[in-house]
């Protein structure tokens, strides 16, 4: 792990993994803020996947998981809605070590980048069917529109941008973020493929 940084906390019921494209709608005033000074600092935040209808020891914050995606802002736009939208991207995962809160309501943690190691199992003859999965999937137009941050020769960036294409639960996306070995990753996503009948 790398030192300690301090990073807005944007929790929310749904989660994005690096190197995976998240658009969102932002109307509260305290994100707007966020998102404001984001841009103007080149800096990003971090997206936090919340458990639902918990709080942490009766405390003012809501219950979360403490593994995360640090997220950069990539384009944004005023929708038709009159809200701003936004889309962000992952770029890695991030361990959240303390948490509070500014007066406009906005949380704020300590942060450590966690650094993950990465292999190339393409070669290997037990995941080839999620190798040619990615590549199928991320070789449509539509799926190429979206610039998706694809690394074939890293299990690792296969493993994420593919459980971001298909229709994972957030709990499953966050438990392939969490798991630390890429061979635990592609085992647990060939198992969450096996469920939705692949």
């Known amino acids: 792990m790398t030192k300690d940084m301090t990073s807005p906390l944007f929790p929310l019921s749904i989660n994005v993994l690096p190197g995976a494209l998240l658009p969102l709608q932002i109307f509260e005033p305290r994100y707007i803020d966020m998102v404001t000074q984001c841009l103007g600092n080149s800096e990003g935040f971090c997206i936090v996947l919340t458990k639902e209808g918990e709080y942490l020891d009766h405390s003012e914050f809501p219950a979360h998981h403490d593994i995360a995606t640090y997220v950069e802002i990539v384009d944004f736009n005023q929708l038709d809605n009159g809200l701003l939208g936004i889309t962000v991207q992952g770029k890695y995962k991030i361990k959240i070590e303390d948490i509070w809160k500014q007066t406009d309501e906005l949380l704020l943690g300590r942060i450590q980048k966690i650094s993950e190691q990465d292999d190339n199992l393409s070669e290997d003859p037990g995941y080839s069917d999620l190798w040619n999965m990615v ?64």
């Open 135 to 198: 590549q199928e999937i991320t070789n449509h137009p539509e799926i190429q529109k979206l610039n998706l941050d694809l690394d074939l020769k890293s299990s690792r960036s296969v493993c994420y941008i593919l459980a971001s294409v298909l229709p994972l639960r957030p709990q499953e996306k966050q438990t392939i973020l969490e798991l630390e070995n890429n061979q635990d990753k592609l085992d647990y996503l060939k198992s969450v493929i096996k469920r939705l009948g692949g």
